[in-house]
């Protein structure tokens, strides 16, 4: 079935410096990809997205990628601050389903003052 | 907060018990999705709604779970004979989605954590 997977599960910075996190995709039918930011005991928040018509999107400090042919995507934050620090997801849309969200497993990222 | 809100936001019960979650969505969205998140994982879907029909269901959706939204608007989950494998943050989302604009954003609850013991 759909699967997507994330990498790395944490991941450490420090502040100023620059996060990248990886996602691949197993159903090369999908083309939505959305990427969400969780903080601890809230909602999931979509921070950012993209669509398979697209490589590259960015707004502000983040940015996301796209590489249809090897099927994956990344999340890309500069100049992180201490109030990045969060769980992110990345996800992919099934193409078999008009509307299942399929979620990588999570990259909690720490930004060290 | 005018977003999605779930009810009870935490609830604890015996194995064995039946419990039942509410979720209002945005008011202008006709899609409905109920997803459960335990530590260290992303969601997983479970079933989702368009107006009140339920379009899809996981396959991890057992017949102790059932998904309702009976008028197009709220939804309940109810899970039956809960186990203690239950126990996760059953988190609710909502969307709009018409055929010109096509897929729109999924806006999250603040989910209702689930302990069973």
């Known amino acids: 079935g759909e699967n997507v997977e994330q990498h790395p599960s944490t991941l450490s910075v420090q502040e100023g410096d620059s996060a990248v996190i990886k996602c691949t995709y197993s159903?090369?039918?999908?083309?939505?990809f959305p990427w969400y930011k969780q903080e601890l005991g809230k909602r999931p928040q979509l921070i950012i997205d993209i669509r398979s018509n697209v490589g590259e999107k960015k707004d502000q400090r983040i940015a996301v990628t796209l590489n249809k042919t090897a099927k994956h995507f990344s999340l890309h934050i500069t100049e992180t601050q201490p109030e990045d620090s969060a769980v992110y997801f990345c996800a992919a849309r099934a193409y078999s389903s008009a509307s299942k969200i399929i979620f990588g497993s999570g990259t909690r990222l720490s930004i060290r003052p | 907060d005018t977003g999605v809100s779930q009810d009870p936001r935490h609830k604890i019960t015996k194995r064995g018990q039946n419990v039942t979650f509410r979720c209002d969505p945005i008011?202008?969205?006709?899609?409905l999705y109920w997803y459960r998140q335990t530590l260290g994982q992303g969601p997983e879907f479970l079933t989702y709604f368009q107006n009140e029909a339920q379009l899809e269901k996981s396959r991890l959706l057992s017949d102790r779970f059932s998904a309702e939204r009976p008028k197009g608007s709220f939804s309940t989950l109810e899970i039956q004979r809960t186990e203690q494998g239950d126990s996760a943050m059953y988190l609710c989302a909502s969307s709009s989605f018409f055929e010109r604009s096509g897929y729109n954003e999924q806006f999250f609850g603040p989910g209702t954590r689930l302990t069973v013991l």
């Open positions: 159903d090369s039918a999908s083309n939505y």
């Open positions: 008011s202008e969205h006709n899609r």
